[in-house]
């Protein structure tokens, strides 16, 4: 075993360290005053939840709901592991369990069995992983990103610092916005909420809501009715940023 492969243990400590030092560049840049590295932040974060997360692992690498060429393939297997959610392997596992437990003891991130913090921290339920789950992820590329998946955040990482030393605070300020964008869908989107809805009476939990919808990307209720569709947009006012990027690169 390769000491970068994407292993939950590294998943979580990685999360671990980014967490510390993105409150830390919080604190700096408010004591400072240099509001401008927010906004670097929001935009990478912001790039991180609708490409690294919703486009390439979420929607590509889990559900494979749209087809691309070896280029975009090896793009998307460079950036998928930025986000710091796991590899396209560790992440599709987990998210297919989700999908064949939902709202279950076996959900990987039920919120009614993990709890909002776990879900967070990745503190997931990893009994229900299965190598059934595996179909479709053993390419070289896709390998390469699970194996080295801790380098390629190393690589990226040591990039920032050589531009600028900052912008190791704005990378794990754009990491945690991901976390709390990620672990909210899973956890809001499957509890009671005034700002939850439902498009399609499906047995499971999964909600539609508004803030998630419109800021994460996720129509959660309309993705569980139909995941294998990579458009999750069904009202007009469904926007969704992700199917707009896969429009562009899909075959």
């Avoid at 510390?20 to 840049?29: E, K, P, Q």
């Avoid at 950036?79 to 959900?107: E, F, K, M, V």
Wanted: charged share 10%.
């Amino acid at each position: 075993m390769k000491i970068f492969e994407a292993s939950p243990k590294v998943v979580q400590t990685i999360t671990v360290f980014h967490m510390i030092v993105g409150i830390s560049g919080i604190v700096y840049f408010l004591y400072t005053q240099q509001f401008f590295y927010f906004v670097i932040a929001l935009l990478l974060g912001f790039f991180l939840v609708q490409v690294a997360n919703h486009v390439a692992l979420h929607r590509y690498f889990s559900h494979r709901s749209f087809e691309i060429n070896l280029f975009w393939h090896g793009v998307l297997c460079l950036i998928a592991p930025l986000i710091c959610a796991g590899s396209p392997i560790g992440y599709a596992i987990a998210h297919r369990a989700h999908h064949a437990y939902t709202d279950t003891a076996r959900d990987p991130h039920s919120p009614k069995f993990q709890g909002f913090f776990n879900v967070l921290m990745f503190r997931w339920n990893f009994d229900s992983w299965n190598l059934k789950f595996l179909r479709n992820l053993k390419d070289p590329w896709t390998l390469f990103s699970h194996q080295w998946y801790g380098m390629i955040i190393l690589i990226f990482s040591a990039i920032l610092f050589v531009l600028n030393p900052l912008l190791i605070f704005v990378y794990s300020i754009s990491v945690v916005y991901a976390k709390w964008c990620g672990a909210m869908t899973n956890y809001v989107c499957h509890v009671p909420s005034v700002f939850n809805y439902r498009n399609f009476d499906i047995k499971n939990d999964s909600q539609n809501n508004l803030i998630t919808g419109w800021i994460v990307g996720e129509w959660h209720n309309n993705h569980h009715a139909n995941p294998g569709e990579w458009n999750q947009r069904v009202k007009w006012w469904e926007w969704d940023i992700p199917s707009l990027v896969i429009r562009v690169i899909k075959k």
